[in-house]
């Protein structure tokens, strides 16, 4: 055969594939299958079951898989719509609804007079790059007055690099579906992962931490538990997060473009910050020192590194932050479940009367130094 010949069959093969790869894009779309957004989404109309040691609840999602209400995307006259994105915390894992934040918030600002509605966009598990898929291809189609992002330092704890081929089909899946159907293959082809107490138990005797944990409170089997029996390292990098991590930098590009996002469509966009057990509880220190976390002796008493960073880089980009750790620890205990991360309905409630104070008042606007509020006063009747 002459190169020639290799050539032209090369180039017919990758003609082909590129031909099948967009019939299939075509197919997708004209179905209205795999979008962007339905891979960091549950599936619509579902109800799922989550037992774990703490609670027992069951999640429902609305028509495009959100845990909320249906909404139209044209937004009624005199609403302002606040859309909330973030991970299992806005989520509410482990509670009900009419308990967890974005309920609560709604809530909380009706009742000063504001004809509001707050959207929830999120799945447990989600991080940046889910945020900004989120974003582009859900919360702005329902016309957004105010976008808050409620992060977690393990957004940007991760210190591995993304293999470029994986990172490659991530970003084209940001825009073709056909590649959003590739990584829903991978997805359920993956292994489910084992019961981290039988990986624990591998790894050999258990040391005095865990045979005290153990005493305590039995094998429990909860999300904290889990990673910190997986891995310890990874759970205390959730406060003090890599500042030159590969975490870090996926966190600034994905919400750097999210900024740019709300800015070009005339939203205002609020950063907010979820504080970490660690730095609130002491039991939830107990608990991971227990499980083998390193943690500073100061935890519960400085800021923590990934607040700083977050706040920097909020300013540089002009975007607004919220912080509510100091309102978290004067609170003191009961607003996290006492073996496991998450908010208790008392933290959701807390969270959420933080913020509804915060979107109220007149923060300084990083890009141009003016007070406004987020969400101004009304000035017309409530209709």
């Known amino acids: 055969m002459t190169r020639r010949q290799a050539g032209s069959r090369i180039a017919l093969l990758l003609g082909g594939c590129l031909l099948g790869l967009a019939l299939a ?3 997708l779309r004209a179905v209205g299958a795999f979008s962007p957004a ?3 989404l549950l599936p619509a109309h579902t109800r799922s079951r989550d037992v774990q040691t703490g ?13 909320d209400d249906d909404y139209t995307p044209a937004k009624p006259p005199g609403v302002t719509r606040v859309a909330v994105i973030g991970d299992s915390f806005t989520f ?7 308990e967890i934040f974005p309920d609560r918030l709604e809530t909380l600002l009706r009742e000063r007079g504001e004809n509001v509605q707050v959207l929830n966009l999120s799945t447990p598990g989600l991080g940046p790059e889910g945020y900004f898929v989120l974003l582009q291809g859900a919360a702005l189609a329902y016309q957004p007055d105010v976008v808050v992002l409620s992060v977690c330092a393990n957004d940007a704890s991760r210190v591995r690099p993304t293999p470029w081929l994986n990172e490659a089909v991530r970003r084209l899946s940001h825009r073709l579906r056909v590649f959003v159907l590739l990584r829903e293959i991978r997805r359920r082809m993956a292994s489910p992962p084992g019961d981290p107490w039988d990986v624990a138990a591998a790894r050999g005797a258990p040391g005095p931490g865990l045979q005290e944990f153990l005493r305590k409170y039995g094998r429990a089997r909860t999300n904290l538990v889990a990673a ?3 891995d310890p390292a990874e759970v205390a990098r959730w406060v003090d997060v890599p500042a030159r991590g590969e975490g870090w930098g996926e966190f600034q590009r994905y919400v750097g473009a999210m900024v740019r996002l709300c800015r070009a469509r005339g939203c205002r966009f609020v ?3 979820v504080p970490d057990g660690a730095q609130v509880d002491p039991q939830q220190v107990d608990v991971r020192r227990l499980l083998g976390v390193p943690l500073a002796p100061d935890v519960l008493r400085t800021e923590g590194r990934f607040q700083g960073l977050v706040r920097d880089f909020a300013r540089g980009q002009g975007a607004a932050f919220f912080d ?12 996290y479940f006492p073996i496991d991360l998450h908010w208790t309905p008392a933290g959701h409630r807390l969270y959420a009367e933080a913020l509804a104070g915060y979107l109220a008042a007149a923060p300084a606007d990083g890009a141009s130094g003016a007070a406004r509020p987020i969400i101004p006063p009304r000035t017309h009747p409530q209709e």
Do not use: M
């Not at 069951?58 to 495009?64: A, E, G």
């Not at 509410?92 to 009419?98: A, F, M, V």
């Open 271 to 273: 950063i907010a910050v």
């Open 38 to 40: 339905s891979f960091h």
């Open 324 to 335: 509510p750790l100091p309102d978290f620890r004067r609170a003191g205990g009961g607003l």
């Open 92 to 98: 509410g894992q482990g509670c009900e609804r009419g």
């Open 228 to 230: 910190c029996l997986t």
């Open 55 to 67: 609670w027992d609840v069951t999640y429902q999602t609305n028509r495009v898989g959100w845990r």
């Open 25 to 27: 894009e075509v197919g």
